[in-house]
């Protein structure tokens, strides 16, 4: 079983069992009220913790390395980041095995770039079976995290076996 995950309070998390999709969502997130300025999103920790662990033994996690971006506030990178730690904290926790890639190296391997919609396209290309979970736009996370446990899933094959 590998995992992929597009990080961030938008993110989502897929996994591949044998090449086949066993987990393809967003991940989990709960409201929290912030003093005088609404509510926002937060990562929920707990059930990402649960969901993971339901999918039984995980051989490696592969997360999207991810920076700051030009124009991006200070508030809203720190609370990104802080998601970000919390899933690289949440798989350490589990002994799952982190590989960080970055965004142009998984996009590069599947043929497509950076446009928004580009990689929920070629993940129904690969996948038709989650189809139904990439029917609209803004499932590209979900097309993103599915394509990054498929690059995983194809560097560990490519990989010289260490056993023996």
């Not at 995980?58 to 919390?86: D, L, N, W």
Request: aromatic share 4%.
């Amino acid at each position: 079983m590998i995992i992929g995950i597009d990080p961030g309070t938008s993110g989502a998390i897929a996994a591949l069992d044998r090449g086949e999709v066993a987990l393809l969502a967003d991940l989990p997130v709960h409201t929290v009220s912030a003093k005088g300025r609404g509510d926002r999103a937060e990562l929920d920790v707990h059930t990402l913790h649960a969901l993971i662990a339901r999918l039984g033994p995980i051989e490696h996690a592969f997360v999207e390395k991810v920076g700051a971006r030009p124009g991006q506030g200070v508030t809203s990178m720190f609370r990104f980041g802080q998601a970000c730690g919390a899933i690289y904290a949440t798989l350490a926790v589990m002994r799952i095995p982190i590989t960080l890639v970055q965004p142009k190296v998984w996009q590069r391997h599947h043929g497509i770039g950076p446009t928004p919609d580009a990689a929920r396209q070629r993940a129904v290309q690969l996948y038709p079976q989650a189809a139904a979970q990439l029917a609209r736009k803004r499932d590209g996370n979900r097309g993103d995290a599915l394509l990054i446990a498929a690059y995983g899933r194809h560097t560990l094959e490519l990989a010289p076996n260490t056993a023996g």
